[in-house]
């Protein structure tokens, strides 16, 4: 058992690892991610992926895009933990609906966007003042009226 043991930890610590080199990166990752040059080899190979990904996707963007990108991303830094927490969770549920459902809240969030301040700040107000209970009959009612808006078509 020990041989056996010895010959796959071998195996484990032989194997490749697929971690970026930093000199792998584009000039324009290298800019993005300055900051982790230094941890750069400690980051875990999955974690060094994403962020070259996104480091790529960044330098794709334009400056409007930018501005607006790092205004989002310093609004998610000032969150809590918790708030973050909350948040994360809530991304997770949406992506495992099904697509056509993501596509359908998109379009609610849309619809919901294109309203008025004031309308939007009262649905809001009128939401919040629902118990526990209500929200939920109130759900209730809109998936009810989902469905036979769909058996309709």
Do not use: H
Request: glycine share 2%; net charge positive.
């Amino acid at each position: 058992m020990n041989r056996l043991t010895a010959l796959f930890c071998l195996i484990l610590l032989a194997a490749p690892s697929y971690a970026l080199e930093w000199s792998e990166l584009t000039d324009a990752q290298q800019r993005t991610l300055a900051r982790y040059e230094e941890q750069w080899r400690e980051i875990p190979a999955a974690k060094q992926e994403r962020l070259a990904v996104g480091a790529e996707r960044y330098a794709a963007l334009d400056p409007e895009q930018r501005r607006a990108l790092q205004g989002r991303f310093q609004r998610w830094q000032r969150l809590s933990p918790e708030r973050r927490e909350q948040l994360m969770a809530r991304w997770q549920e949406f992506r495992s609906l099904p697509p056509e459902e993501q596509q359908a809240l998109r379009e609610k969030m849309r619809r919901f966007r294109a309203m008025s301040p004031e309308r939007r700040q009262r649905l809001r107000e009128r939401f919040r003042r629902l118990s526990p209970e209500e929200r939920q009959r109130a759900m209730q009612r809109y998936r009810e009226r989902k469905r036979l808006r769909r058996n309709q078509q």
